[in-house]
């Protein structure tokens, strides 16, 4: 087991030192101990995957004892049993026979000739009964550790074996009809929750807050025929005629086909803010976790049996526990977007790059999603409407689009926890789309997506009249996976000096427009970091700050706009708009050295001046 004690202490839990506790933890960071053997669980297994637990228990030797206001709760020998409402989840009961947690989103392989189940990874969540005893019902469902188990398999029925063997139809393998199969991944749901604050009051500016979701996938159901993966939404149904099987390596597992290296996919996931004037901050990213098996739960008949490939209408789900574990998560700096590829050589896990893997180093707040405070507060940001996004990332899809998704929450502060709710509007897609798309009081708007080799980047403006002869431009970059690398080696020793995207953003401004009353948002709060704007030559240049002692082979600017990443570019004019391009300067040397977007800029010209458009 390993506790989030941050939220258990918010919560007025104090887990106290367990007893019986194996003297090793697992390489995850887990509190181990042993199952006795007098019990067990029936599962059934199809197609090489569990399906349902069916009846039983186990027990373990050893357990905690919980501490809080309203009385002691005693997990001393605690037992995980099935709970005959819902198969896929177990009960964990306490000394006393109350079912305080339960665990679900087991992640699991059945390995060794099916004589070992290994369930990797399993949320263990909060109650109703627990809720309400400590006086927060709101918590009911949250998780708040996550336990791994490995027992033996004891008895074999038919059926146990996987299907298949192990020929995969992968990305840009032939298909029958004369095309290829292609990869094409779906975020089919997820749901955000409050994980650990620093010294949090409600709305201090310093207090940093983490937020992580559970994030469920579902590879493309198409074979042959077109069909909707995630009904309902309109960007739910994939052109790829075949569905590509997705490799799914723990990292350091191995090289394997058909990249020769641990390829897997990657989560990411980031927040917004919506702000009353109708402008949009990204409040908070995530770092980069790194997946390690699927579950492969309703797959096509014949497709699954392998838990480091997902295969056809495959769906495979990353709780919240997992998705807050040191030992996956890193720095986005260490992939290259468009391809999926990690540098594995000389990142945070092979920090001298000799193909082993190290201890992260990474902490509690260590490559989380984090947000201050203050700018969740709703008595500091009035107005103000919030969206959580979630991504898979995975190597060759062929809509990064619909590997997304968003969804509205409300942040509220409860006295000790913050909480957003489950969310609500899900929708595929990102959170500038959302923003886009939103009903508000601007004069005009335009997007334009730039699509290259080296990535998918979109810029929209908004422009408002304030009336007066002033309007304020809006202009926001979101950088989704564009990156022009330095890169050494090659897989699986890749080593990704750097992966920087744009260090300029600017516009044309015509003699005679008058324009003041900058802003630049990266949401950080950081003032220390933000862009500069000159008004020079006819143009409005904002930069990234430079670095006067970078790494070598690395250019020299700090905090440029690099993938996964929204910045906004804001002022006040004299002028209406009208058609105009901006442009979008690459940190690293190269063809092209710019990208341009048409969209809107102030215009001085008469005809728009009078509204003549």
């Not at 937020?211 to 909707?228: D, E, H, Q, Y």
């Not at 390829?263 to 949009?280: E, F, K, T």
């Not at 595929?428 to 080799?453: C, H, Q």
């Not at 044309?508 to 020079?536: H, K, L, Q, R, Y």
């Amino acid at each position: 087991m390993r506790w989030n004690r941050d939220l258990a202490g918010d919560l007025g839990l104090i887990i106290e030192q367990p007893s019986g506790r194996l003297p090793d933890m697992s390489w995850r960071e887990h509190e181990r101990f042993e199952l006795r053997q007098a019990g067990s669980l029936e599962f059934h297994v199809g197609n090489g995957n569990l399906q349902s637990f069916v009846a039983g228990s186990l027990q373990a030797r050893g357990g905690y004892v919980l501490k809080s206001p309203s009385g002691d709760i005693d997990l001393t020998d605690f037992r995980i049993r099935t709970r005959d409402s819902d198969p896929l989840v177990l009960d964990l009961v306490g000394a006393d026979g109350q079912a305080w947690f339960y665990v679900d989103r087991l992640m699991y392989e059945i390995v060794e000739d099916n004589r070992i189940l290994a369930v990797r990874e399993m949320d263990l969540r909060i109650s109703q009964a627990l809720a309400t005893r400590i006086g927060h019902p709101e918590v009911a469902n949250w998780a708040i550790a996550d336990m791994q188990m490995t027992t033996q398999v004891l008895h074999q029925g038919s059926g146990a074996a996987p299907n298949g063997g192990g020929v995969y139809d992968w990305h840009g393998t032939p298909a029958p009809n004369g095309g290829t199969y292609q990869a094409d991944l779906f975020m089919q749901v997820f749901t955000p929750q409050y994980s650990r604050c620093t010294g949090c009051t409600g709305v201090s500016p310093t207090s940093q807050v983490v937020f992580t979701p559970s994030s469920t996938l579902r590879n493309n159901v198409n074979n042959g025929s077109i069909a909707a993966t995630i009904p309902g939404d309109p960007m739910g149904t994939s052109t790829a005629l075949w569905t590509a099987d997705i490799p799914w390596y723990q990292k350091f597992s191995g090289t394997f086909a058909p990249y020769g290296n641990d390829q897997h996919p990657y989560l990411i996931w980031n927040m917004y803010r919506v702000n009353a004037d109708g402008s949009i901050d990204q409040i908070g990213r995530s770092g980069v976790k790194h997946a390690f098996l699927t579950t492969n739960q309703g797959c096509a008949s014949g497709h699954g049996g392998n838990s480091h490939v997902l295969g056809l209408q495959c769906s495979d789900t990353y709780g919240t526990g997992n998705n807050d574990s040191n030992s996956d998560l890193g720095p986005r700096s260490e992939i290259i977007p468009a391809t999926n590829q990690w540098g594995r050589c000389g990142s945070i896990y092979d920090t001298n790059c000799d193909g082993g893997s190290n201890s992260s180093g990474n902490g509690n707040y260590s490559q989380r999603l984090i947000v201050a405070e203050s700018q969740i507060a709703p008595g500091l940001n009035a107005g103000a409407s919030y969206l959580f996004e979630s991504w898979y990332l995975a190597r060759e899809d062929i809509n990064i689009y619909n590997s997304m998704a968003t969804k509205s929450v409300t942040p509220s502060w409860g006295g000790s926890v913050w909480n957003t709710g489950t969310g609500t509007n899900y929708r595929l897609g990102s959170g500038f789309d959302r923003w886009y798309e939103l009903a508000t009081p601007a004069s005009s708007k335009l997007e334009m997506e730039i699509v290259s080799g080296e990535g998918h980047t979109k810029v929209g403006v908004k422009v408002f009249d304030l009336g007066g002869g002033s309007w304020r431009y809006d202009y926001v970059v979101m950088n989704y996976d564009f990156a022009r690398p330095f890169t050494e080696g090659s897989e699986p020793n890749l080593r990704v000096v750097h992966n920087f995207g744009f260090d300029q953003f600017s516009l044309p401004v015509s003699a005679g427009i008058t324009v003041s009353s900058f802003s630049f948002s990266d949401g950080d709060m950081d003032p220390g970091n933000d862009w500069t704007v000159s008004n020079a030559g006819g143009t409005l240049r904002w930069s990234a700050p430079l670095n006067p002692n970078p790494p070598a082979n690395t250019p020299a600017v700090l905090n440029p706009l690099n993938w996964g990443t929204m910045y906004r570019f804001s002022f006040v004019a004299d002028s209406p708009s009208g058609p105009g391009g901006v442009n979008l300067h690459v940190a690293e040397s190269g063809v092209p050295q710019t990208f341009a977007a048409d969209v809107l800029v102030p215009a001085n010209d008469t005809i728009f001046v009078h509204g003549f458009e």
